[in-house]
């Protein structure tokens, strides 16, 4: 893998790390400390909401094939309710994803093109579902995972957002194992006991070594 992303690095001027890990793990934490250690954080699941807010690029797509009851008094995606359907129903999620996958993915190879051209040297390319699509690893120089215990992700998420342990593993279930991402690691940071003054110390460590 390190030769592979080596040759692809040395045709531009930026290296693309892939930070992925399941939900909860703490990979856009991890990401937005290496921003704070000079990398570009571009991040995938900020571009998605904004596809899905009031007046967003997917909104027309996702009334016509899901209904005036999936989009909100505002205009944006009702988030509660299309969580509850696409993480019961695989079909369903698959619809989905076709409709914000390529907005996403076009606003992504626009942020790191606009990254790129500022002169960052670091691009951190926050992606939750990296492994879950072959459309990344050609794309990106290395990748790095965020991994905890399941338990750990299921009480950050709780913690954090409300949702109940079930809803948690509902979305879990509709993710890669620990063991399949970690595989396609080129580094992982185990995010368990750790402050986050620790995971700060990281970043920036992985930030120095990749030269941001
Ligand atoms: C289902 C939706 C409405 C739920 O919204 P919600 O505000 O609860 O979650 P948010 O978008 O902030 O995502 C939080 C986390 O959920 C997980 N997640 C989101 N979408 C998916 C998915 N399609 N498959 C697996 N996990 C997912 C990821 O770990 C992500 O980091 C939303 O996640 C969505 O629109 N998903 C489809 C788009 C997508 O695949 N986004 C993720 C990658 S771009
Ligand atoms: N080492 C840590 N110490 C304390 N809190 C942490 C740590 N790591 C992450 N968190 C907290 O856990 C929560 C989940 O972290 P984060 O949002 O970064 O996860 P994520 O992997 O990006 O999840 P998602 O897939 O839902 O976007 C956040 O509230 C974050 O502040």
Redesign the pocket.
């Given at each position: 893998m390190a030769t592979a992303h080596t040759a692809s690095s040395q045709k531009r001027h930026s290296f693309h790390l892939g930070v992925t890990g399941?939900?909860?793990s703490g990979?856009?934490t991890f990401a937005a400390l290496l921003a704070r250690h000079g990398a570009a954080h571009v991040d995938?699941?900020a571009?998605?909401?904004a596809t899905?807010a009031a007046g967003g690029s997917a909104i027309a797509a996702i009334r016509a094939q899901f209904g005036d009851d999936f989009i909100d008094a505002g205009g944006a995606?009702d988030?509660?309710r299309?969580?509850a359907l696409?993480?019961a129903e695989p079909l369903a999620?698959n619809r989905?994803?076709a409709i914000?996958?390529p907005l996403?993915g076009e606003a992504i190879a626009r942020a790191t093109a606009q990254a790129e051209h500022s002169g960052k040297r670091l691009i951190a390319l926050d992606?939750?579902?990296l492994t879950?699509s072959s459309h990344w690893p050609a794309r990106l120089d290395a990748v790095l995972v965020v991994d905890c215990q399941e338990s750990t992700q299921i009480e950050r998420v709780r913690v954090r957002?409300g949702l109940q342990p079930q809803a948690v593993e509902a979305?879990m279930a509709?993710?890669s194992s620990r063991a399949v991402r970690c595989m396609a690691a080129d580094w992982v940071v185990y995010n368990d006991g750790l402050s986050l003054q620790q995971l700060e110390a990281l970043a920036a460590q992985v930030a120095t070594s990749l030269g941001a």
């Amino acid at each position: 893998m390190a030769t592979a992303h080596t040759a692809s690095s040395q045709k531009r001027h930026s290296f693309h790390l892939g930070v992925t890990g399941g939900i909860g793990s703490g990979k856009s934490t991890f990401a937005a400390l290496l921003a704070r250690h000079g990398a570009a954080h571009v991040d995938a699941d900020a571009l998605s909401r904004a596809t899905t807010a009031a007046g967003g690029s997917a909104i027309a797509a996702i009334r016509a094939q899901f209904g005036d009851d999936f989009i909100d008094a505002g205009g944006a995606l009702d988030r509660e309710r299309m969580r509850a359907l696409v993480f019961a129903e695989p079909l369903a999620r698959n619809r989905l994803q076709a409709i914000i996958h390529p907005l996403v993915g076009e606003a992504i190879a626009r942020a790191t093109a606009q990254a790129e051209h500022s002169g960052k040297r670091l691009i951190a390319l926050d992606l939750p579902l990296l492994t879950e699509s072959s459309h990344w690893p050609a794309r990106l120089d290395a990748v790095l995972v965020v991994d905890c215990q399941e338990s750990t992700q299921i009480e950050r998420v709780r913690v954090r957002s409300g949702l109940q342990p079930q809803a948690v593993e509902a979305i879990m279930a509709a993710q890669s194992s620990r063991a399949v991402r970690c595989m396609a690691a080129d580094w992982v940071v185990y995010n368990d006991g750790l402050s986050l003054q620790q995971l700060e110390a990281l970043a920036a460590q992985v930030a120095t070594s990749l030269g941001a």
